[in-house]
């Protein structure tokens, strides 16, 4: 799953190392993603687009060019294709995304007598609550998929998302779909991750000052300090996708790593700029230019997100663009 560049990533350095990996099939959200991401991967990998439609001829001249197969996921999305299969044309592969549970995009259990027209060579659904393995909706979205599927034994069948796939075997069928757990995210929250991390956020010390009891920092004097503190101003705000937030709650918020201690978040995140406690550091070890790291071994882009009022999808597809990026 590359959708979203690649999580916030960047497709065009992600996609050629899995397809180097050996991942023959990819999965994109929008026509446009699979376009660029036909020119990354060239001409062999199958590259499926999730949100199929809106279908019309343009985007059916995309789909043809570019060797892209649409998720067919509605009755009029079918029916348009079965048409342009039936005046001839040469049409890439389709798939055929069932809902069962997500209500968002689908066909309905009943539309899979419609598809024949179509020969879809991929079936699929999508998981709502994968990452409660206990949750009822696993195994009634597993046993809606199955009778589904049952009708289409010439397709491939594909249910899991990366927490799906860690649900055992029934989740398997012939192809899963990881995106999260990809890029270093905990497919299995409340569990180790079994993943590693993959990103990491370094952050430079522009300035150190100190803040005696009493004054507050950051806009709107949100927060105040309750004693002598000293303080570092990081250049890292909003704008590069980190919460506005992230320190709204004073012991629950997100922090940066420093000289191996953890270093609060205060008052509120600027777009530029944002101020971190460093009191329980000793002087004499802080310099402005030193590092400080706000993802990575240290701090999870799971807890990171869990102390801002996120979820590590959006941590990662919030990543900003001004960073330097420097790809291992
Ligand atoms: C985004 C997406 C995935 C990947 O989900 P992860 O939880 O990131 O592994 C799989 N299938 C569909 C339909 C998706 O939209």
Not at 151 to 158: K, L, N, Q
Request: aromatic letters at 8%.
């Amino acid at each position: 799953m590359v959708k979203a560049d690649a999580y916030g990533l960047g497709a065009g350095e992600v996609a050629p190392v899995l397809a180097k990996a050996g991942c023959g099939t990819f999965f994109v959200a929008h026509l446009g993603e699979g376009v660029a991401l036909r020119k990354i991967i060239g001409p062999d990998p199958a590259i499926f687009v999730l949100n199929g439609g809106p279908l019309d001829d343009a985007a059916l001249a995309l789909f043809q060019g570019h060797r892209l197969e649409p998720v067919l996921s509605s009755l009029p999305e079918v029916a348009f294709w079965a048409r342009a299969r039936q005046s001839g044309a040469a049409l890439p592969a389709c798939a055929v995304h069932f809902d069962t549970g997500m209500n968002r995009l689908g066909l309905q259990a009943g539309d899979g007598a419609a598809t024949a027209a179509v020969a879809p060579h991929l079936v699929m659904s999508h998981f709502i609550v994968s990452e409660t393995p206990a949750d009822p909706h696993n195994n009634a979205q597993i046993a809606r998929f199955a009778e589904i599927r049952a009708a289409f034994p010439h397709a491939r069948a594909s249910l899991a998302n990366s927490s799906g796939i860690f649900l055992g075997a029934a989740a398997l069928h012939d192809l899963v779909r990881p995106g999260f757990a990809l890029y270093g995210g905990n497919p299995c929250p409340g569990s180790p991750n079994p993943m590693r991390a993959v990103v990491q956020l370094d952050v430079p010390l522009l300035m150190l000052r100190d803040v005696a009891q009493g004054e507050t920092i950051g806009y709107g004097g949100h927060f105040t300090a309750p004693r002598a503190m000293r303080v570092a101003t990081l250049p890292l705000g909003y704008a590069d996708g980190f919460a506005r937030l992230a320190a709204a709650a004073p012991d629950t918020g997100a922090f940066a790593m420093l000289e191996g201690k953890a270093c609060p978040f205060l008052g509120r995140v600027s777009m530029d700029l944002s101020v971190i406690d460093v009191s329980a550091i000793p002087e004499t070890a802080l310099r402005p230019g030193m590092m400080a790291q706000v993802l990575g071994p240290a701090i999870s882009i799971d807890e990171c997100a869990a102390r801002s009022g996120r979820i590590g999808y959006e941590v990662l597809t919030s990543l900003g663009r001004r960073f330097e990026r420097i790809y291992r």
